[in-house]
């Protein structure tokens, strides 16, 4: 009996201590009254606050939101914290919703300031910050919001490691992108970072895709020849050619338990000469 107890007690600390730590991400700000109570949403809830788009951030393992307000005689900031599995998922659904023709700020992982609105990513959390007034010092308490909230979080967080796999020459900048599950259309391509070359007017599209093992990559190989009705065989460079009736002719290759893969209007020696040559 009195295990039981200590179980409850013990039970309700850590439920409580959770709870409490997150709220905690929510600092005070200088003249700025904040709200008392912090309203959260998880997975079953997040339409009831975001009803349009709740489906894109359920696609990328959206796990909780939690907002609080500040008040300032007439003026309010809200302050979204939205908390998703892990980092790539939460760099996914920024990525998602970030312009790409913007100034960024040093805020988190990466930030940017259009407007009234801030939003940024770090760790596992992607935060939005945002008020109809857009008066200096309004602005000026957004920015306090979101360096402070951001220390919380983490004071050095990073992008995700796999974008450094993607090379710089003729990137469209600030291009990267997430998806967590059928990329392209297709059920076996998940968790899947996307970059978009431009060279002499001509698009391409470069994804890499990780797993565990390698066994898992020869895997999505054979599906995606499965799909393309071609027969699979080992290629002794590991390089692959297949033609997808929706995406045109797609490049694949694998090193060890990555893939990377291009499709679009790239040139085959250049992308061959690129990708094999790229060292992990």
């Not at 309004?138 to 090379?167: R, S, Y």
């Not at 998940?190 to 994804?207: D, G, H, M, R, S």
């Not at 066994?215 to 599906?223: A, H």
Request: net charge negative.
């Amino acid at each position: 009996m009195k295990a039981i107890i200590f179980f409850t007690y013990f039970l309700s600390f850590i439920l409580l201590k959770n709870s409490l730590f997150s709220q905690n991400y929510f600092p005070t700000i200088n003249n700025w009254e904040k709200d008392q109570k912090v309203s959260v949403y998880d997975e079953n809830t997040l339409y009831e606050y975001i009803d349009g788009a709740a489906d894109a951030y359920l696609a990328l393992s959206f796990a909780e939101l939690q907002v609080c307000g500040y008040q300032k005689d007439n003026i309010r900031i809200t302050a979204e914290i939205y908390r998703h599995s892990d980092n790539d998922f939460a760099f996914g659904i920024y990525a998602k919703e970030r312009p790409e023709n913007l100034n960024y700020i040093k805020v988190g992982a990466q930030g940017y300031l259009v407007d009234g609105n801030l939003n940024f990513f770090a760790d596992k959390f992607y935060v939005k910050i945002y008020s109809l007034d857009i008066s200096e010092n309004t602005l000026n308490a957004i920015k306090e919001l979101a360096d402070k909230i951001a220390a919380n979080i983490n004071p050095d967080p990073k992008m995700p490691e796999i974008l450094n796999l993607f090379w710089n020459d003729n990137k469209i900048k600030n291009s990267e992108k997430f998806f967590g599950q059928d990329f392209l259309g297709l059920s076996f391509l998940k968790n899947a970072f996307q970059c978009e070359y431009l060279i002499n007017e001509n698009k391409f599209y470069v994804f890499i895709i990780k797993r565990n093992t390698s066994d898992e990559i020869q895997d999505i190989i054979k599906n995606y020849h499965s799909f393309t009705k071609q027969k699979f065989t080992v290629h002794p460079n590991s390089v692959y050619y297949l033609s997808d009736p929706y995406n045109g002719q797609v490049f694949l290759h694998q090193k060890g338990n990555i893939l990377f893969g291009v499709y679009g209007n790239y040139d085959k020696k250049f992308i061959e000469n690129k990708i094999i040559n790229i060292k992990l």
